[in-house]
């Protein structure tokens, strides 16, 4: 069975500060990876996904996120991050044996942004 | 494209009564899914249908659950008998078959007292 572990409950970074969150799977062949952000109240949005190719993906908002197989790790980053970046963030991933293609999902992190 | 709808965003509903939640597609997705959050957690998979067709069930959390896509087009989650732990968020996803990553709809918020 697969899993996602997010180990940073909450994370505070400044406005204007580089952020990274951590993301790890388990899984014995390559996932299909994900993030999305959870605005309070709301549903999710995706961020940015890795299928394969290279290990190094682009996002909306200015995200990006790197695969490492060695580490089976798939961990988010934004280099200066706004105001408006406080939400939950909650990385996932999918295979394709999935039956209808399921997500499992990590606990999340909440992003919290001081001024 | 008009995203995915849920209705309602809020129920408040007593415990032992039945609630009904329901999810509208995007027009041209043909696979739909149900999730639940419950506080602090990430989502978790409940079912998930392909057109009419209910293709995965067994992690409905109860007999209580049960849910409906009878054209293909709209969805239905109902939970029987609600009882203060389905006190959750629900979320509905739709995708295209062959796709991964779906459009999550904003959720329908259940509070059972």
């Known amino acids: 069975a697969q899993s996602v572990t997010q180990p940073d409950i909450h994370i505070t970074v400044s406005e204007g500060a580089s952020l990274e969150l951590r993301c790890n799977y388990s899984?014995?062949?390559?996932?299909?990876l994900f993030w999305y952000v959870q605005s309070p109240g709301q549903g999710l949005q995706l961020l940015l996904k890795?299928?394969?190719?290279?290990?190094l993906v682009q996002g909306i908002k200015g995200f990006e996120a790197e695969f490492k197989r060695s580490q089976s790790s798939f961990n988010l980053r934004k280099p200066s991050v706004h105001w408006s970046d406080a939400a939950e963030y909650f990385c996932a991933l999918a295979t394709s044996n999935n039956a209808g293609n399921m997500l499992t999902f990590g606990g999340g992190t909440r992003l919290m942004v001081k001024p | 494209d008009t995203g995915v709808s849920q209705d309602p965003r809020h129920k408040i509903t007593k415990r032992g009564q039945n609630v009904t939640f329901r999810c509208d597609p995007i027009?041209?997705?043909?696979?739909l899914y149900w999730y639940r959050q419950t506080l602090g957690q990430g989502p978790e998979f409940l079912t998930y249908f392909q057109n009419e067709a209910q293709l995965e069930k067994s992690r409905l959390l109860s007999d209580r659950f049960s849910a409906e896509r009878p054209k293909g087009s709209f969805s239905t989650l109902e939970i029987q008998r609600t009882e203060q732990g389905d006190s959750a968020m629900y979320l509905c996803?739709?995708?295209?078959?062959?796709?991964?990553?779906?459009?999550f709809g904003s959720g329908t918020r259940l509070t059972v007292v």
């Open positions: 996803a739709s995708s295209k078959v062959g796709t991964y990553g779906y459009t």
């Open positions: 027009s041209e997705h043909n696979r």
């Open positions: 899984y014995g062949a390559t996932p299909y």
């Open positions: 890795y299928f394969s190719g290279d290990t």
